[in-house]
């Protein structure tokens, strides 16, 4: 029997550990009474033993002989000891009896489960170190931790007594009572007597083998209500026949009758202490006791005060000795006997130690007995004497040995004991110092499982809660989830519903076991929430991981922010945005309508400060959407568990801002509503849901509206069938509504004529009915989906299974009918068919890392996604392209359909479209519808056409196209052809842009744009080169060389026909000299096998009827295209299948103006300026002045005209008008000038060129001629002094100068010197060339052919502009197997290169420097001189080898930094015989890129060597010159010429002819 | 030397790694005893580091607690990582635990020296987890 120890109550002090042990280790006395006394006692409500139990604490004085001196003599020194807590059980007969172990058990379960209090755990906080502990035990101070436990030991040792060891039980006393109401005196001694008779004592006190010689006394009862005489009669017998000593007598019940029979103890006792002032009771109480005592200890304190301790030591001793044989046949008389009741009397009596050494003696003499039941009773009392002394001094450490002592005590029979006992030694852990709260955890682990057996589920949620609470934090997932299991589990049992889900909430998006275990929790948590759902009226769950949202993933769309994808185009929102705001800030600029809203938020937040930024932020990005219109939710929705999740009903939560405050208002009137209606129409509602439901037009407006959208959109459907469609969700929405109901309708519809409160509230009824029914329906054909609707707002809903840790992306349309800001608050769904929840939406914005306090907690930006302005209806642009390639062939041409329609419930205008990377798309028809009409034949010959270019198409800016429709009304649609025509090979994406506005002026929603993402993957497929040589003599016959490759791997490509575009220019064939046979070879050449190349040859020559006209202004925007089929058999009318103007006239990407245009640009205004002032001046000036300073002042305009040519064009236009005679006029003295030039100066070609081709612009700008005097004066010594520096006279004047452009084209030629001498090499070629002449239609003598640079222009910033002299080659192909009808642009072969770049450059160096140099040179001079022909044989030395000479002349007066780079040959020709004098097939020995500074004026000269290795003729051009930056302007530490970057390259004209021959 | 269990418990008494080979009811049970044990580190670790005549940091912190039929027995790193092992009631040497944990030691420390393992974690390595199974099927 070991549960003496340390008190439930952690912290007890001494004291209270001092009146524990008294309390429960104090003197017993017997009460015996009658039914009569129970009888009077009843009639406060309690039993007389009870009712004496509130006199069982009193204060007692005692007389002793100080005990504590040894060896204390004096006799007469008694002192006096008070004791001020004396307790005295009473007992009553009954409860002496020894209940059997069954029934005590049975007992004490039924007391622990009465007793306890249950607590919530989530109030509970968990321990986790020693700081917790000392908190814990400060916030359960002043509370009994387990209380439970305290009345469970009160009870157990209620329970002992009467066990045979427990002398301490043993009545000291015995009280006889009766009641004055017995019918005689005699009668009641008799009863008295018989009460307790020491013959014949009770039952129990024989079996425990108890003293029976103890102090007996006689109680009379008397009701104060009757008279006392008899009882006075009667207490008189009772002295006489006991003694006056041991007879007192008991008036109670004083005070009349209380009111009320049955009241409860503690009144009892208030009535009892108040109204029973009997004073002979407490008196006398008191005084018995004190007798009591006095009688007992008399002798054996006596014996002490005279032997001593030590003697009555010995003597016991000795006596045992003695009596030691006889002993066998205990009795009570005993000596171990007596010895242990003096114990239990000094123990009584407080005098610890006494009573401590007598115990000890007693067991020794039990233990040597084998008396093990005394033996352990005494080493109880000694062990409490440990514990006390322990308790005084060292407490704490002894606990963790009452927690042994407790986990020893805990493996009892009975679980709940050692439940009980686990627990308190998990406190004793608790208490233990170091603190092991692990420990304590662990066993109040072990006493959960113990209270599990024992089926106490409140203890156990306890024990559990205090584990699952300092758990908290950690990761040890198992135990957490164990208990947080059991918890849930028992909290069930007990109805405590809450704090089940509670914890299943905690543990199911957690647990990492089978999926059987877990199946199995999800079905206790369902059964869980269905009783929890009963008992509440919020029904509703909130989030707590499981079906998992990730709340990143939420997004709203709205239906224009569906982008359609064609292929995987790699654009990103971020894209779309910007892509989408530059669009609408062009367009604003175009169409006055268009406003730009949409403001950047996160740039006003910078500037704003941030205490604004939540109002400015919510006012700026609250995002629009039109009504009727759905509403894209998305999200990510996710299994944690192993098991299948089963969720239906999934639809989204939103909430009008407006709506609440009415409905609010309306709240009042809705409780005066006649409620017998609403179920009226809810029956009717009932049945009629149950009927088949089919969608059926109604009378209603709105609905014929819907019903009418529905049909048209079905029947375009049908037609979409036949193509390939991708399909858009918008069309999906409405054919998806399925559970509507007639009668809804109709009262909808009610709702919306009468708009009545009533009605309003009917509806919403209805509504909520439907819900539920919904949800019957739901059941009945899952895996659909649905539109929920509620007021204002139709959701879909979804049901879907999740299995096993599935992630699956939920995408759900609302559809707000209500004009209000919409806010989506969540999702709602049913989880397994019963579990309703409500998962509220949790979105953070961008976080703010501005300020200090922001870098430091995380602060976010509001997300204003889920919170929307719904405005009026708008128009909703469907579009969709047809056809659409994903692969294509470089160049080629594939035609595609846009679908546009309106499927908007409103009227759409200004629809513009933007692509930004225009140069592969063209919008329209065959042709431009403009432009077809333009188209003329000319000649009968159909293949020259004319097509003029208007005006507007030539400013306008290409990437966007406005579609030009008044408007597209709902349901309308248009389709727009749309040509693809890429230029490069690779893979790209097109975003497409498309922005319209509404017919009716909205103002919430200015614009809208859809988007279309795109991917189209090209290959490469024809590779085209140009090359370009002119006859000096007769200039009108430039020879165009095309060379043509297949570069498409796959299939063979068919060249149908080529085509040119130019303004004045026209081409013809020439047919290749050595094919005697042209036609028949004429297709092998148009079919190409993959990598197979061809040269074509073409004659350009001018149109005729250019040559005629004389008004410029005429065909100034008109084209010429001239035609030319390849293959007769496969003759197709192009131009009348593709847009081909347009396709030439296609836009580039736009470049940046470079600053130094600018800044020139403001220098011209200036001078335009003063132009105005001095026109009438410079009418007077000489006119060859004139030319002089427009060729200075023509390079600034040329310059701007680079940047304005768009504006100028107008300009030129008008100007040409008004100087079309001066022009004529003037035209011959310029020529002369021009002319004069030439022959002055020995210039490159190229300079030559750009010359005339200012002289040309000279002739348009009449108007703007001006310069300073001084400069022209300067100009002109500056050309003087050149003059001497020319080495050679020009060879001869062309005569021919019928037509500026002959002239032109002549005046290009370069003046070769070498030409003159005519080597035997350069007539074979002439004779060839000659051949080739011969053969074609218009042959001519040519004498020398001269190889003109060409290239490509840059990009014109938007539409292409034709200058005089350009041509463009379309070439026209299909390839054989996949069908591509291609077309390959080359587009503006210039007759005139154009230098006017290099010449601004130097010319602002030398600015910059301060230097002058002569404008009207190239910077250097070149020669090469080497043997022109070699005789050699390739079998003897495979490799020829020949000196060449290059001498370089800096013609600048500053220093150049050169560098030559050879250009490796980039014509391969496929036959050396045929064309050798084209293959420049040599290498250079010596050196092949090198860089050198050569000072102003001075010449350069070194030797390489050129290597041969076949013979033929070869030209030499193979260099490219780089200008670059001069070192000495720049810093000198820029040492390293790599670094130095270039100015300007050029390729320098000439021809440098070898030829090498075999010999003989 | 039977191994019933390899516990690794990160500074924040939050565990890192427990390794055993039981699984459901048994291996809770496991659990909780390595969890108990860390009551008894932390009785041992300040008691060892208050000794200031021993200048070195006694890791190995000997034999825990025997439960009825189990020896616990631990060790505690630099770091304050701790190592719990449990092993069955028979006769061990404080050598072979020692040795056992300074292997362990080592190999814990390739383990978080793996740049793609998060600090305070979990150890989901499985070289960690092979390398942990060798060396308690050596011991």
Known sequence: MTLLLPPSKTLLTQQEYISWITQFYSPVVLIITNSEVEKIAKKNGVSFINLLRCFSSQKFIIKTPELSKKNSQTNSSESIKQIDDFFVRFLSLKQAQKPNSKKKHKILNSIIKNNFKSEKINKIQGINSQRDAINFFQYTQNQNLTPWFDIYRREFFKLLIGSEQRSIDQPIACISVVSSEVSTAVEAVRILTKQFDPSNPPRFMIENIMDLDILRYYVLVHDSSTPDAKAKQIFQLMKHTFGPNSCYFLKINSKKKPTRKKRNFDQFINNFLSYNPTKTFPQNFGAFLTTKTSKIFPNLLIHFSKKGFKNVFKSFFGSKKNDSQNTQNLSQGSLEFKMRNLADYLFFLRYYDKSFSNYKYASEEFKSSNMWKHLGYCQEMIILHWIYAAYLRYFKKKSLRAANVYIKASSNDSNLTSALCLEQSAFCFLLSSPLYFRKFNFYLMLAGNKFKEAEHRHNLIRCFGLIVSSLNELNWKNIDINTNYWIALNSFYINDYEQSIECFKKILPNLSFSSEKQTSYLKDFTLAYQSFSKTTNQNELPYFGLPKIEMDSVKVLLTSDHILTLGKPNFNDSFWESQENTFVQQLSSICPDIIPFKANTDRIIQRIHIKNYHRIVKKLDTRVSPIYEPIFVQFVIENPMKTVLKITNLHIVGEFENQKQEEENQKQEKENQNQKENLKSNEEQKINLFEPQIQEQTTSNNQKENQGDVSSKRELKIQNLEEKVTDHPLLDIEPKKKTKSKKKKSSQNQNQNQNQNQNQNQNQNQNQNQNQNQNQNQNQNQNQNFMIEEKFLKTESINLFLQAKEKKIISLRIIPERIDTLSITGIRLILNDSVNMFIKFNLKGKRLNQTRKQKFDPIYLPDNQLKLKITKEMPLLHVRIRDFPNFLLDNSIKKTIIDIQNIGKCGLKNLFVKIPNNNYFVFGEKENSENIQNIQNIQQNEDLQIVRIKDEDKKQDLSITNLKIDELKPNESIQVPLWINPTTPEKFSVPFLFCYQSSERNIDLNYRISKIGAEINSTSSLFTKTNLRVDPNFADKIILMVEIKNFYHKSAIELLQISSVSKNLEIERIFDFENQNQNQNQNQNTILQPSQSTILYFKIKENEKRKKSDKENEFDDELIISNILLNEENKIDFHSQFPTISLIQKGKKPEEVKRRNRKERKENTNENQKENQNKIENKIVNQNQNKIINQNQNQNQIENEIENQNQNENKIENQNKIENQNKIENENEIQNEIQSEIESSNESDTEMKMKMKMKIKQKQFPDQKIKLKQKQNSKQKQKIKLKPETEIETETENEQKDTILSKNKLNQIPINNETKQNNLETKIIQDRIQKILDKSPNTQKVKKMQNIQLYRKKPPLKQRIWKENEIGLMIFWKSKQDDFIGQQNILNLQIFPETRLFRNIIQKSHRKQKLKCDEEQLPIKFEISSQKSIIHDFDKNPISQIPVKIKLKNVLSIPLNIEIEIVSPSIKSLNLEKKQIFSPNFFWKGFDHFIQNIPSKTEFIFNVEASFINYGVYDLNQFKFHILSNPKSRKSSRKSSRKLHSIFSFNYPFQHLISITKQD | ?139
């Not at chain 2, 939050?14 to 390595?34: A, C, Q």
């Open chain 2, 1 to 139: 030397m039977k191994i019933i269990c390899v516990g690794i418990i990160g500074p924040q008494n939050n565990p890192l790694l427990i390794h055993t080979d039981f699984s459901g009811e048994e291996r809770k049970n496991i659990e909780y005893i390595v969890y108990t044990a860390l009551d008894f580190c932390e009785e041992k670790i300040p008691a060892m580091s208050g000794n200031k005549k021993s200048s070195l940091f006694e890791s190995y912190l000997g034999l825990l607690f025997p439960t009825e039929d189990l020896r616990v027995y631990g060790y505690v790193t630099n770091t304050h990582h701790k190592y719990v092992l449990v092993l069955d009631d028979s006769d061990v040497k404080d050598v072979d635990t020692k040795k056992f944990f300074v292997q362990l030691h080592d190999i814990f420390i390739q383990a978080i020296s793996n740049p793609f393992y998060n600090y305070g974690e979990k150890i989901e390595s499985l070289n960690f987890i092979s390398n942990l199974k060798s060396l308690i099927s050596k011991s």
